[in-house]
């Protein structure tokens, strides 16, 4: 028996419309946490490479070889953005950026600093970053060198304090003066939300 109810399409746009921004709002959350967690990572690697050379010999040109040795290896697992070039920025970026550092920047004095320089993080976690919590996670994510879930868990904690693209950071290491215009150009960028170019344009001004 078919249902004699006629469809009343009469809010139906007013439906699609939501549905339509709630999936474009959610898919440029997803793409927010994906370039976080790939900048967390990038630093990590950064750190690594850091701590490698540490280890080994002091001279300039043994990192350029490990940087090269390592490109050749990365590269034709994971693509054209592990060139030696690239893993020498994610090496200057843990350098520009190391632990103490990113708990100075991410992680401000006020929970209205947090807030524009952390947006994604929610009431609860400001409030437990105020009272240092999240640096501890990111002082024990930073200390750990496996790769099980909950090193994944880490960097996810990590990413919370890199808001803006790889590529902004790439600018700003390559760019900003000391440690703190790049914290100052971070915050501006995230606040305006300034493009690549419109970054570019203020830190050359």
Known sequence: MTSSRRFDDTHYP??????????????????????????????????????????GEKRAEYGAVLLKKLA???????????SWRNLYSMRLFYLALPP????????????????QTASAISPGEIRQTVSGELASEIRSTVSSNSASPSRISGLAVL??????????YVLLIGKA????ALAFYQAEALRG???VRQLDRQVAS
């Open 177 to 180: 003066r000391s440690p703190e």
């Open 72 to 82: 050749a290896d990365l590269t034709p697992r994971f693509g054209r953005g592990f």
């Open 14 to 55: 007013e439906l699609i419309k939501g549905l339509s921004a709630l999936l474009e709002s959610a898919r440029r959350a997803s793409a927010r946490a994906v370039n976080s967690l790939m900048t967390a990572t990038y630093w990590e690697i950064g750190r690594r490479i850091v701590e490698f050379e540490q280890g």
């Open 100 to 115: 103490e550092r990113i708990r100075q920047t991410a992680f401000g004095e006020s929970e209205g600093d947090i807030l």
């Open 159 to 168: 990413a919370k304090a890199f808001p803006l693209p790889w590529s902004h």
């Open 193 to 195: 939300g300034w493009s």
